[in-house]
């Protein structure tokens, strides 16, 4: 959401930032409906003192024993009743209209975001490691079929495209990645550990943007409730309708949860293996943050996030998002690309972005300035995944495949695994 006062200062602004993203200029629009609702407001104002007014008067005229006043007074202040319901329905209708213009209109990109159409104006920022010398490597799916640790048919019988069934060891070793990270996360960067609900309300989601714009992309439940597509979602939420003492921020937070998207714009991409699936787990990273702060904190989230893949030794690269690539609340975005040997490319595996006060403004977030002074103002909220576990699975079982087949264990993973080096078939 947007503040319809910083509009109308700089509209051009707001124009200007919106095209950077392909979209034609909105605020015509905006300005003429808010120009209207105003003026029914104004017209609702005079009414009512209008209403009161001539209420008193008519005390007056009867006092006087003017009934002819009196009879015209009554008369003005029956048509001002009449006529209250129609002009506050229609001020009620023209603000929804209003609201609902701006509830889909996204975020505005950071000065220093790239410009560019799609993927192709994504800019690369570093990177880590070569991608390993492997003489013909086999993809996840048949590194995990050929374990007999990975069965899609299973899951196809149970649910439907896009699950799978893991078994043993490999059902381990995503457990043992989800567990990595988030004790990653909460021992050496701070984030405090939540388990939080993956079933949320209108609101939440609205909060965070999904809603409106992107219903289709959800799965719903019968009783009205929404299956979270990630814990960013329950986690920055918790700043809802609050006003967070500066000494408070930043509020890092982290869980690992189960995440659920209906992949209704992917119909065709992806559809061999665990790269996008209706249900997946992901290690969520939030951060709630001073104004001032976010920038820093943006940084620091990446590094956090990068931190994940470099302990486990797998190569990646970290892109800045162009505004045509760029998700619908983010301000600035960096995705981590881990290298797959199995496709010869590199895939998203974490999506880190600063999203300014654009979900705060959504969620009524705020905070007091230091030292108590002034008014109130509005939160920023930050989100990255650190990372999606299924394809850390993915990208271990491809980096770390033997000719045979076997899996060699990550080093940071052994612990989790009682002590496993090398996943065998039906390990």
């Given amino acids: 959401m947007f503040d319809l006062r910083a509009i109308r200062d700089d509209a051009e602004a707001f124009d200007k930032g919106w095209a950077r993203r392909g979209l034609e200029a909105k605020t015509p629009a905006i300005l003429a409906l808010d120009a209207e609702r105003r003026q029914v407001q104004t017209r609702v104002q005079q009414a009512l003192a209008r209403r009161n007014e001539a209420s008193k008067e008519i005390g007056k005229a009867k006092a006087a024993k003017d009934e002819a006043s009196a009879q015209a007074l009554m008369a003005e202040v029956a048509a001002l009743k009449a006529e ?11 603000g929804e209209r209003l609201d609902g213009l701006l509830a889909g209109l996204p975020n505005l990109p950071a000065a220093d975001v790239p ?88 609101t939440a989601l609205f909060g965070t943007g999904q809603l409106p714009k992107f219903e289709e992309d959800l799965f719903r439940t019968t009783d009205g409730r929404w299956l979270i597509p990630t814990a960013e979602v329950s986690l920055t939420n918790l700043a809802a309708d609050r006003i967070i003492d500066s000494e408070e921020l930043p509020l890092r937070m982290t869980a690992l949860t189960p995440c ?11 559809t061999r293996g665990m ?15 001073a104004p001032d702060r976010s920038e820093a904190e943006h940084e620091r989230m990446t590094a ?28 600035k975005t960096y995705d981590i690309e881990v290298w797959l040997p199995g496709q010869q490319t590199y895939r998203e595996i974490s999506s880190c972005s600063n999203c300014g006060d654009f979900q705060a403004r959504r969620m009524k977030a705020r905070t007091r300035p230091r030292g108590g002074e002034g008014s109130p103002e509005f939160v920023h909220t930050l989100n990255g995944s650190g990372l999606a576990v299924g394809r850390a699975l993915v990208a271990v079982l491809e980096n770390y495949q033997l000719p045979n087949g076997d899996i060699v264990i990550p080093e940071k993973l052994r612990s989790y695994m009682g002590g496993l080096e090398v996943l065998k078939a039906d390990g």
């Fill in 84 to 94: 209250l319901p129609t002009l506050e329905e229609t001020e009620k209708t023209l």
């Fill in 115 to 202: 410009d560019g159409p799609d993927e192709t104006g994504n800019v690369e920022i570093r990177r880590f490691g070569e991608p390993p010398a492997i003489e013909n490597p086999k993809d996840h799916v048949a590194l995990g079929e050929g374990l007999g640790l990975m069965d899609f048919g299973a899951a196809a019988a149970l649910s439907g495209a896009r699950f799978t069934v893991l078994r043993a060891g490999l059902a381990r070793l995503e457990r043992a990645l989800g567990q990595f990270m988030l004790d990653l996360h909460t021992t050496e960067f701070g984030y405090r550990e939540m388990s939080v609900p993956v079933m949320v309300r209108d």
């Fill in 260 to 270: 659920f998207r209906a992949e209704a714009g992917a119909a065709g991409r992806d």
């Fill in 275 to 289: 790269i996008r699936q209706h249900q997946f787990w992901k290690v969520e990273l939030v951060s709630i943050t």
């Fill in 304 to 331: 956090a996030a990068e931190t994940v893949l470099t302990r486990l030794n797998l190569p990646f690269r970290t892109m800045m998002l162009c505004t045509g690539d760029m998700g619908f609340g983010a301000r």
